[in-house]
């Protein structure tokens, strides 16, 4: 019995354990583990799918409509001039006897600024003074002479009377008639030889006169060119002694604009400048004159624009350097778009042009090679630092997606373009940019 017992207990034990039968296929760990690992694999590449389509999906970036005033300027180099300068010469030859005036002087009209050796000018004139005396004394002699034979003749006419004819003869009339008109035109030759000494007087004395240069106007001495014992040689061009500013206090600026802005200019527009001696102050302007005239230096055309200046504390001077800012047009309260905006297409929309110009274009079109399109951060954004007046359109977010809407753009200050369109109000939201969403 206790043999039995002995072996029947292992045996036993075994059944009891469960030793020697299978297990389920459920209740094995491998399957579970393996299905566990495709799951997650699936739900990876889920996920991975989803973020594949969230940055394939285009992100726009947008910027609102302003509305405020945009100016339209103009910028021009010129120079500061008086509103009249004259040049003063002289019309004499001489030695200089004195100046009395200098660099920066106030002088009034008719004032004596320099005076010349008048030695050879009195002789000039006393010797005229001396020929119409002369001359006056020829037509008193010829006068005389005129009375004389006009009482010859009388005389004559008045014994032929009373002889009846007899005496004198007709030769000796003749003669007597003849004498008497010789005498006349001696006369009148002595009255023209008077005449022609006093315009010769009046002329040394003009001359002598002119000794004394004298300013024709009332303003300030810009320049001098003479110092007393200079000889001045009068010729076919005058010498300039001195240049003279009429008024300083209003001055002229002589600006050079290009011949692309020039149609925007007209007499009236407001300006500024400023000059290199007070960067910092802006003086203000007023556009009088544009020239129809052009100038062309290196290719260069550019016409002249007239500003009028108010210098009334003098710190400007002829002859500086400015650089002006003409108001051309001026907007207010109006809508104002960014220039990128109106730039901007969408990047299916330029697919579709690229595919329609490459459809039309044919075989040499298709071969062409196209821009690149950069793969980072911009995709079909900006267009290009081009002008924004053929623009037509707007590109707004309806539901997410992009929506074309037309405008009418006006003016451009290189920044910002004035538009009109229909559905359009301050505040609306334009886009100007497109990114991937990787890149934003």
């Given at each position: 019995?206790?043999?039995?017992?002995?072996?029947?207990?292992?045996?036993?034990?075994?059944?009891?354990?469960?030793?020697?039968?299978?297990?389920?296929?459920?209740?094995?760990?491998?399957?579970?583990?393996?299905?566990?690992?495709?799951?997650?694999?699936?739900?990876?590449?889920?996920?991975?799918?989803?973020?594949?389509?969230?940055?394939?999906?285009?992100?726009?970036?947008?910027?609102?409509?302003?509305?405020?005033?945009?100016?339209?300027?103009?910028?021009?180099?010129?120079?500061?001039?008086?509103?009249?300068?004259?040049?003063?010469?002289?019309?004499?030859?001489?030695?200089?006897?004195?100046?009395?005036?200098?660099?920066?002087?106030?002088?009034?009209?008719?004032?004596?600024?320099?005076?010349?050796?008048?030695?050879?000018?009195?002789?000039?004139v006393n010797?005229?003074?001396?020929?119409?005396?002369?001359a006056?004394?020829?037509?008193?002699?010829?006068?005389?002479?005129?009375?004389?034979?006009?009482?010859?003749?009388?005389?004559?006419?008045?014994?032929?009377r009373?002889?009846?004819?007899?005496?004198?003869?007709a030769?000796?009339?003749?003669?007597?008639?003849?004498?008497?008109?010789?005498?006349?035109?001696?006369?009148?030759?002595?009255?023209?030889?008077?005449?022609?000494?006093?315009?010769?007087?009046?002329?040394?004395?003009?001359?002598?006169?002119?000794?004394?240069?004298?300013?024709?106007?009332?303003?300030?001495?810009?320049?001098?060119?003479?110092?007393?014992?200079?000889?001045?040689?009068?010729?076919?061009?005058?010498?300039?002694?001195?240049?003279?500013?009429?008024?300083?206090?209003?001055?002229?600026?002589?600006?050079?604009?290009?011949?692309?802005?020039?149609?925007?200019?007209?007499?009236?527009?407001?300006?500024?400048?400023?000059?290199?001696?007070?960067?910092?102050?802006?003086?203000?302007?007023t556009?009088?004159?544009?020239?129809?005239?052009?100038?062309?230096?290196?290719?260069?055309?550019?016409?002249?624009?007239?500003?009028?200046?108010?210098?009334?504390?003098?710190?400007?001077?002829?002859?500086?350097?400015?650089?002006?800012?003409?108001?051309?047009?001026?907007?207010?309260?109006?809508?104002?778009?960014?220039?990128?905006?109106?730039?901007?297409?969408?990047?299916?929309?330029q697919?579709?042009?690229?595919?329609?110009?490459?459809?039309?274009?044919?075989?040499?079109?298709?071969?062409?090679?196209?821009?690149?399109?950069?793969?980072?951060?911009?995709?079909?954004?900006?267009?290009?630092?081009?002008?924004?007046?053929?623009?037509?359109?707007?590109?707004?977010?309806?539901?997410?997606?992009?929506?074309?809407?037309?405008v009418?753009?006006?003016?451009?200050?290189?920044?910002?373009?004035?538009?009109?369109?229909?559905?359009?109000?301050?505040?609306t939201?334009?886009?100007?940019?497109?990114?991937?969403?990787?890149?934003?």
């Amino acid at each position: 019995m206790t043999d039995n017992t002995q072996q029947e207990s292992p045996a036993g034990l075994e059944r009891l354990l469960g030793a020697g039968h299978r297990r389920a296929a459920w209740r094995r760990p491998l399957p579970w583990v393996m299905l566990l690992g495709a799951a997650l694999a699936l739900a990876g590449v889920a996920v991975w799918q989803q973020r594949q389509a969230a940055a394939a999906q285009p992100v726009y970036v947008t910027a609102p409509l302003e509305r405020g005033a945009l100016t339209l300027t103009v910028t021009a180099n010129g120079s500061l001039k008086p509103t009249r300068a004259v040049n003063i010469g002289s019309e004499l030859s001489g030695t200089v006897r004195r100046v009395l005036v200098d660099v920066n002087d106030r002088v009034q009209q008719g004032q004596v600024l320099v005076e010349l050796d008048t030695a050879k000018f009195n002789d000039q004139v006393n010797r005229s003074r001396a020929a119409v005396t002369a001359a006056r004394a020829q037509l008193t002699q010829a006068g005389a002479t005129v009375q004389e034979t006009a009482a010859a003749l009388a005389r004559f006419e008045e014994v032929s009377r009373l002889s009846g004819g007899r005496v004198p003869s007709a030769t000796e009339l003749d003669a007597a008639r003849a004498a008497l008109a010789r005498a006349k035109a001696n006369e009148a030759s002595a009255q023209a030889g008077v005449t022609q000494a006093q315009a010769t007087l009046a002329t040394d004395q003009t001359n002598q006169s002119k000794a004394s240069i004298r300013s024709p106007i009332a303003g300030v001495v810009l320049s001098r060119a003479v110092d007393a014992g200079n000889a001045v040689a009068a010729s076919l061009q005058a010498v300039t002694l001195f240049t003279i500013g009429e008024d300083l206090t209003q001055m002229r600026l002589e600006a050079n604009v290009d011949e692309a802005d020039v149609g925007s200019l007209q007499a009236g527009q407001s300006a500024s400048f400023t000059v290199s001696a007070y960067p910092s102050r802006r003086y203000p302007a007023t556009v009088t004159r544009v020239a129809y005239g052009s100038t062309v230096t290196d290719n260069v055309v550019t016409y002249v624009a007239y500003l009028d200046v108010d210098n009334r504390d003098l710190s400007l001077r002829p002859g500086m350097t400015a650089v002006a800012t003409i108001t051309a047009t001026q907007r207010d309260n109006v809508l104002l778009a960014p220039n990128a905006a109106l730039r901007f297409s969408p990047a299916r929309a330029q697919a579709q042009t690229e595919r329609a110009a490459s459809a039309s274009g044919g075989i040499v079109s298709q071969l062409m090679p196209r821009g690149r399109m950069g793969g980072g951060a911009r995709r079909g954004g900006q267009a290009g630092a081009g002008t924004t007046a053929a623009a037509r359109q707007l590109w707004i977010l309806r539901d997410g997606e992009p929506v074309a809407v037309a405008v009418q753009p006006g003016i451009s200050d290189g920044r910002r373009t004035e538009v009109n369109g229909a559905g359009l109000t301050e505040g609306t939201a334009v886009i100007v940019d497109q990114r991937s969403a990787s890149s934003s």
